[in-house]
């Protein structure tokens, strides 16, 4: 099975930035719809931001709007999550996968029954 790993996480001031990285060992993530989940300690996992495989159009939850940017870096075979602007909230461990996108609804999901999570990265937003 692909297993898909995140990196670039780390403990930022409020305010500040990070840059995280999701790359899938021996498959081209080129024009694979892939999406960034994140789950807070207590909380549910989340969809953050995704990306469609077909013509990369970029989806964000409202939460994320405007400070978060998806996007691919095709040389590195990677699909990067830009976070600008972070919050205490945005403190979680983030996460990487394929998904099913529906861009009517804003709302993007693994496949059903997916179980082929990563370790995911953490991201800790803290004065």
């Known amino acids: 099975q692909v297993q898909f790993v995140e990196s670039g996480g780390g403990l930022v001031q409020p305010g500040g930035s990070l840059r ?11 024009h694979y719809p ?4 994140r789950q807070a300690p207590g909380k549910e996992r989340e969809g953050v931001s995704c990306i469609s495989g ?21 040389a590195k075979n ?20 394929p998904v099913t996108i529906d861009g009517r ?9 997916y179980a082929n999570w990563g370790q995911g990265t953490q991201v800790t937003v803290s004065s």
């Open 20 to 30: 995280l990285s999701c790359t899938a060992s021996g498959f081209t993530l080129d």
């Open 34 to 37: 892939v999406g960034w989940f």
């Open 54 to 74: 077909s013509d990369s159009s970029t989806f964000y939850a409202d939460s994320v709007k405007g400070r978060f940017r998806i996007s691919r870096d095709y």
């Open 78 to 97: 990677t699909v990067t999550l830009q976070m600008n602007s972070l919050k205490p909230e945005d403190t979680a461990v983030y996460y990487c996968a």
């Open 105 to 113: 609804l804003n709302t993007w999901y693994a496949p059903p029954g």
